[in-house]
């Protein structure tokens, strides 16, 4: 049985991706060798690692505008670091918006570097919105946001007017919803839920903000270092940079971002609608900031959660378990996870009602 997969991440890869990826590993490009035992300076690599670099810059309409695209090793929480060590002057001051346990962690690591200000939170009612009316002090070197919040289910609608640059870790959004990319300064995303699989981040920086700090940096700490070596300036993480350019490749064929968009929108009305209108589940996201990525809900008797997950299980539906920091249920439902896999999720649960309440 084809399990409907709505995994946090590593999470569900479009078929088409899965089946490229897997030949190269067997054999790449008829080469009679693998993807993942060939030099990364062989020309055919540094093509695929170029093609994923400006195909980010591409569907994110910030090909021509001063950006460069990075493929980097590490996972989102070595940005947390590397972000603070590349733009958090000596003696500076970063300012961060801490709406979930990411967006703390990586406040929390930037503090590792100098003064860290917490601008806004929403830890008093266990992140469960996301703070309105932010005042952003106008000394800082950066302000850190956290676009959405994979474990909460919240989601940033709209963004802090400031000409403070402004840094997004968008690990859990990137790619599924059109915003003007070119007001974020830099961005970046672990690749595992919408942009490929687990081992590599796509970082995109205006080239303008970077060796600003008057800061000694570690060459693998340093963007600018490794644009210079077009994002080789070790070895890359092959096959991960392989996956991310046939997913980013799999998502201009689909019609880029706007296509996602459409079909992110359709999905998470049709699981919200659900979760509103079923009387045994309840949403735990303020509803205008619920994301449309990760849907967070609890069972109002929790008694019932055994027989909820057996019937999960025996339906294919899998990785519907929510963070362990957080507990109930959350439905992940990025760019790849079919409507489909929403409607089935709809039944179970509706037959779920029938049968518990
Ligand atoms: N930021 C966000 C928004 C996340 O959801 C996650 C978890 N994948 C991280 C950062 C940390 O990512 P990683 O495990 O790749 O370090």
């Known amino acids: 049985m084809k399990m409907h ?61 001063g950006y460069s695209a990075l493929l980097l ?21 970063a300012g961060y918006l801490n709406t979930g346990n990411w967006a703390n962690n990586a406040k929390n690591d930037a503090a590792y570097f100098g003064e860290v200000i917490e601008v806004a939170s929403s830890k008093d009612k266990n992140y469960s919105y996301i703070p309105k009316n932010i005042l952003v002090p106008n000394d800082l070197d950066y302000l850190h946001i956290t676009s959405n919040n994979t474990i909460y289910g919240t989601q940033f ?13 968008m690990s859990s959004d990137i790619f599924s919803r059109n915003l003007d990319f070119s007001k974020f300064d830099l961005i970046y995303a672990c690749a595992q839920k919408n942009a490929g699989t687990s081992g590599v981040n796509l970082i995109v920086v205006k080239d303008e903000l970077l060796d600003k700090t008057n800061r000694s940096i570690p060459n693998i700490m340093n963007y600018k270092k ?29 019609g880029g971002i706007t296509a996602a968009e459409r079909r992110n929108n359709a999905k998470a009305n049709l699981m919200y609608s659900e979760i509103d209108r079923n009387s045994l589940f309840y949403g735990t996201a303020a509803i205008e900031d619920r994301s449309t990525m990760n849907a967070t809900f609890f069972l109002k008797d929790e008694n019932q959660t055994k027989a909820f997950d057996e019937l999960c299980s025996s339906e294919g539906i899998y990785g519907v378990k929510g963070h362990r920091v957080f507990g ?30």
Request: proline content about 5%.
């Open 5 to 65: 997969n709505f995994s946090s991440g590593p999470s569900i890869l479009p078929p088409e991706v899965l089946q490229k990826a897997s030949e190269a590993v067997l054999n790449f490009n008829n080469s009679g060798l693998s993807l993942i035992e060939i030099s990364h300076r062989d020309t055919s690599f540094v093509e695929i690692m170029n093609s994923a670099r400006s195909l980010a810059l591409e569907l994110l309409n910030l090909q021509g505008k």
């Open 73 to 93: 090793q590490g996972g989102a929480s070595l940005e947390f670091v590397r972000v603070a060590n590349n733009l958090m002057k000596v003696d500076g001051k």
């Open 157 to 169: 609608k709209e963004f802090p007017e400031t000409d403070i640059p402004l840094v997004c870790d």
């Open 226 to 254: 490794h644009i210079e070596r077009e994002s080789m300036y070790n070895t890359p993480s092959v096959f991960s940079v392989y996956v991310s350019y046939l997913t980013m490749k799999w998502l201009k064929d689909l």
């Open 328 to 357: 109930g249920y959350r439905a992940s439902m990025y760019n790849a996870l079919p409507i489909t896999s929403v409607q089935k999720f709809v039944e179970v649960m509706q037959y779920f009602e029938t049968r518990y309440m």
